[in-house]
């Protein structure tokens, strides 16, 4: 009997060592792929400064996330994250498609920059988009289609976010206007075709960001701020655009019809 009692001890033993085992190298797993191929598919700085996992709850916490700025935008940075919260299914990690439970993006602060015609996340869904069909492409080439790991993210949250329009790009000092961004739940990212590729889903959510930073909860609070400071934003891209062109012409010299009404920050 105390044979058996000894076995069944032991065989916990062994499934507890496991799991800690798993989870505790789960954190340097994310950071590793974040850092490395986060990179790759946005053709901008990406990072993040560490991943804690808790071994009771799964849970991962990534802290210091840190999405740059393509070339040619002024501002530091696209987008900061003080933390994220990541719940996996750890079952899931040897097999594929990687099922993650939960994303949830905690207070994100972003710059949205305007160069001409462009901007920096628009800039940033487009890089995206090149890396996913060059992917797809590679894939159909090499006759392995299926190929690679897959993701599911069952809930991707973000919340208590600020939009931040440095005038400073603009060439108008330090000036800055912010506006909260509206929450924004994805569910079932990838499940239609049981998983999709890391840069399809960023695509996905990106493109959903890019949607919640140009709407009008955005958009007409910024307008409201550039009209108390007096700033006509239409004049002020007019003249961007012409020293794009080569024209010597400075923004300040442009802005002599300052308190004008705002038509639009993104000019729809």
């Given at each position: 009997m105390k044979k058996w009692i000894y076995i069944g001890i032991g065989a916990v033993v062994v499934v507890i060592a496991v799991i800690i085992f798993g989870l505790s190298n789960l954190g340097p797993i994310i950071k590793r792929a974040v850092n490395s191929y986060g990179p790759q598919i946005t053709k901008t700085e990406l990072h993040v400064a560490d991943v804690n996992v808790s071994l009771f709850s799964g849970e991962a916490k990534i802290k210091k996330f840190f999405l740059g700025n393509p070339a040619g935008f002024k501002t530091p940075s696209a987008m900061k994250v003080g933390s994220?919260?990541?719940?996996?299914?750890?079952?899931s990690l040897t097999g594929n498609p990687i099922i993650v439970d939960r994303i949830e993006v905690i207070s994100p602060e972003i710059n949205y920059?305007?160069?001409?015609?462009?901007?920096?996340?628009?800039?940033?869904?487009n890089n995206i988009t090149k890396t996913s069909n060059t992917e797809k492409q590679s894939k159909q080439e090499s006759k392995k289609e299926g190929a690679g790991k897959k993701i599911i993210i069952k809930d991707f949250v973000v919340k208590n976010g600020k939009v931040n329009l440095a005038l400073s790009a603009y060439g108008l000092g330090e000036k800055q206007i912010s506006s909260p961004l509206p929450d924004m739940h994805l569910t079932n990212i990838g499940e239609k075709n049981k998983g999709t590729s890391p840069a399809e889903a960023f695509k996905e959510i990106v493109?959903?960001?890019?949607?919640?930073i140009t709407s009008p909860a955005v958009t007409d609070v910024l307008n409201k701020q550039l009209t108390s400071i007096g700033v006509n934003l239409d004049s002020l891209k007019e003249a961007?655009?012409?020293?794009?062109?080569g024209t010597t012409s400075s923004v300040e010299e442009k802005m002599k019809d300052v308190g004008k009404s705002?038509?639009?920050?993104?000019?729809?």
């Open positions: 994220v919260l990541v719940k996996v299914n750890e079952k920059e305007e160069k001409g015609a462009a901007d920096n996340f628009r800039t940033i869904l493109a959903a960001l890019y949607g919640k961007e655009m012409k020293n794009l062109k705002v038509k639009g920050i993104f000019g729809k």
